[in-house]
């Protein structure tokens, strides 16, 4: 009534992998008051600047609100969602029926709920046939799953966020962990003025997570692997392994020691490799052989790599060769960037996995196929995101379905994508936004879909916890949640039967007992103590660490510290390495490596948090940053212009001067598209290299 305020809901950030809770409180006049959940294990109540800003982003004023059809004209008309629906289903069947199902795919996002995530990939692999569902989770996380599921059996992360409050050391590479995770930052940075814990971050840039800590190893780009083989052979030399824990829960480990050898065989060569100086890598080194609860975290700087895995591998190699994993304050740790591209790996969101952790052995295909009852089994692994993209450019994929991201920004060769986009029979594009760079493409029907704060359902943060996202603002318009309208579609399709779920509750039971289905603890994603959930206990439920199998009521804090991997023989598995290479080295015409990331206050293509003026004046437009030796090199003047070229595609920027930029490379942010700042889309000048088993491009060392 008048003068009560409404009561806070709690839902989640949507935002960054950190997953945080967040309070959001109706202010009446169509925005909300939003304050951290003190009660969220992820945050304890802390947001960082993204998130307290949310309530800046809630306007109505740039987001699509009906479903919109492309004209003979080339403009768009406002439809019925019957229309629109129609034309989408009768698009879909007719190339279909034509050019059978693998000419269409699904392009989704770690943006999107698990409950959309789980229909959209029901429906391709199962009903209508198709392998081809990638996410732009792809880009993000693709090498740890691969490094993960080669080492561990499953793509499972061991620990959780209270070890970075307990460990006595935090390493963190290839992460700018204060800018990216800012949350996790902050606890790091507690336990280190608190603990004493120490803190090492190596990475080619020096960043703002260097301010903190106590080592800093600007290394090599590429040279990661180098740096980890180099402490796996110090580990052997001084005895520093732990040989029970490799004799019962490990295999390989001979072979990979020899291999390390070959590659990083004494501190002389890890020093001309990385670019390190002997005393730093010998202080590093006798750092982590000398503490057991360290914890290693990662993220797009060892991700975002043609040997992303490999380099994910050398990380859990260095771990299970001391048995440090899946104990307090100890562990191998991905740090995941979006909000649920953990949700997005469970349900089988990525074109090599089928759906809850089961990839295409037969058997898997067998029991997926049997407990969907579905029709149309897709029998092996789909195209990888940037593969995907080409197929579309050689119209191999005639009829795509974009949900929830905006690949003519954020893929490499942006340019070459976009031509590929415009040139699809039939696209078709689930958005909040009505303009971006991905509908300048003009998609052939675009459906509006809901927003943060309008939908339901759940996401999966870095340590496996299981969050709800819950609606406090009214749809507005015709604005319709992402499964909604996948369930729909299908209907059309001739697939209502595996289809008619009511909300997303029903969603989530199915997914969960999908999770469960003939599984005898062999598999890691397990919450079938879910499958029974009713809509009243969904709608109560509490964060929760996966897996929670039947019979129990908590979820699960750490895995691995008595072995029990995923494998034929429940032992990791540990491979040799590639030699450490990068996908391509700068030359006489691309003497610089182009880098590329994140800025503090700005998520993805800033669609929402370009609404808000606090975050936009932290960076408030995009620039290269130079190192002022290149500057010299290059005659280049601080605030001046610099068109940034390479075999790829072209960027123009304006040139910040930055020391943390090391000579011989660039860094530019991701954020900025055509929409916003026309010739400052990086994703053109990125290289569409790829790692061999994750199908992650190598987007942080582009030779320019
Ligand atoms: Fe949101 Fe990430 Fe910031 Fe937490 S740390 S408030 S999840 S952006």
């Not at 293509?605 to 190192?627: C, D, F, I, K, Y």
Request: proline residues 6%; hydrophobic residues 40%; charged residues 20%.
């Amino acid at each position: 009534g008048p003068g009560i305020p409404d009561p806070a809901i709690r839902t989640t950030c949507p935002y960054c992998g950190v997953g945080c809770g967040v309070l959001a409180r109706r202010d009446g006049k169509g925005g909300a008051a939003i304050a951290g959940d003190p009660a969220h294990p992820a945050n304890l109540g802390r947001l960082c600047s993204k998130g307290s800003a949310l309530g800046e982003t809630l306007s109505l004023g740039s987001r699509v609100l009906h479903p919109l059809k492309r004209n003979a004209a080339g403009g768009y008309d406002r439809v019925s969602w019957e229309f629109a629906l129609d034309a989408v289903a009768e698009g879909l069947l007719s190339l279909i029926r034509r050019e059978g199902p693998e000419a269409v795919a699904f392009y989704l996002s770690g943006q999107l709920l698990t409950e959309d995530y789980y229909v959209a990939n029901k429906l391709m692999k199962g009903f209508i046939g198709s392998p081809h569902v990638d996410t732009n989770s792809r880009l993000c996380m693709s090498s740890t799953v691969a490094g993960h599921k080669r080492v561990f059996g499953s793509d499972t992360v061991p620990g959780n966020y209270e070890d970075l409050d307990s460990a006595d050391l935090i390493v963190l590479v290839g992460s700018n962990t204060a800018w990216c995770h800012p949350v996790l930052f902050r606890r790091i940075q507690q336990n280190r003025s608190e603990r004493g814990a120490k803190v090492v971050v190596i990475d080619p840039r020096v960043t703002a997570t260097a301010d903190d800590c106590d080592l800093v190893l600007q290394l090599r780009p590429g040279s990661d692997s180098v740096l980890f083989a180099g402490l796996l052979v110090h580990l052997a030399e001084h005895s520093l392994t732990d040989a029970t824990y490799l004799a019962r829960h490990a295999s390989g480990f001979q072979a990979v020691l020899e291999n390390a050898r070959g590659i990083a065989p004494d501190i002389a060569t890890v020093a001309a490799r990385t670019g390190l100086s002997p005393a730093d890598i010998a202080a590093f080194y006798t750092l982590w052989a000398g503490t057991p609860a360290v914890v290693t975290a990662w993220s797009q700087g060892v991700n975002q790599s043609a040997q992303g895995t490999d380099k994910v591998a050398s990380i859990l190699h260095c771990h299970l060769a001391t048995g440090r994993i899946g104990r307090p304050g100890g562990g191998p740790f991905s740090l995941t960037g979006q909000p649920n591209a953990m949700g997005g790996r469970e349900v089988g969101g990525l074109a090599n996995m089928l759906a809850a952790h089961m990839g295409y052995s037969a058997v898997e295909i067998d029991r997926v196929r049997r407990f969907w009852n579905a029709p149309n089994m897709a029998q092996h692994e789909g195209l990888k995101a940037v593969a995907m993209l080409d197929a579309v450019a050689d119209k191999r994929i005639k009829a795509l379905w974009v949900m929830a991201t905006n690949p003519a920004v954020s893929l490499p060769r942006a340019d070459h994508v976009m031509a590929a986009l415009q040139g699809l029979d039939l696209f078709i594009v689930s958005e909040n936004v009505l303009s971006n760079d991905t509908l300048a493409a003009r998609p052939h029907v675009i459906l509006p879909a809901a927003a943060w704060g309008e939908k339901d359902g759940t996401v999966t943060n870095s340590e496996r916890c299981i969050s709800r996202q819950r609606a406090f603002l009214p749809l507005p318009g015709e604005v319709r949640p992402d499964w909604w309208i996948i369930c729909e579609i299908a209907r059309r399709l001739g697939f209502a039967a595996g289809f008619g779920f009511a909300d997303a509750s029903e969603i989530y039971a199915e997914h969960a007992a999908l999770s469960a289905f003939e599984n005898v603890g062999s598999r890691d994603f397990d919450i079938g103590a879910h499958a029974a959930l009713t809509r009243r206990d969904y709608d109560a439920l509490r964060p929760v660490q996966w897996p929670v199998p039947a019979g129990k009521s908590q979820g699960t804090a750490r895995l691995f510290a008595d072995g029990g991997f995923f494998t034929p023989d429940g032992r990791a598995q540990m491979k040799p390495l590639a030699m450490p290479a990068l996908a391509a080295e700068p030359s006489e015409a691309f003497p610089l490596l182009l880098n590329t990331g994140r800025v503090r206050d700005h998520w993805h293509t800033m669609t929402r948090t370009g609404l808000s003026p606090r975050l936009s004046a932290h960076v408030s437009e995009p620039g290269v940053h130079v190192n002022p030796a290149d500057m010299a090199r290059f005659g280049l003047e601080e605030g001046g212009f610099a068109r940034i070229a390479n075999a790829h595609g072209a960027v123009v920027l304006k040139v910040l001067g930055d020391a943390g930029v090391p000579a011989g490379s660039l860094f530019a942010p991701i954020h900025w598209s055509a929409q916003t700042a026309s010739d400052a889309r990086i994703g053109a000048a990125v290289q569409p290299f790829c790692d061999p088993y994750s199908g992650q491009p190598e987007m942080k060392a582009t030779p320019s």
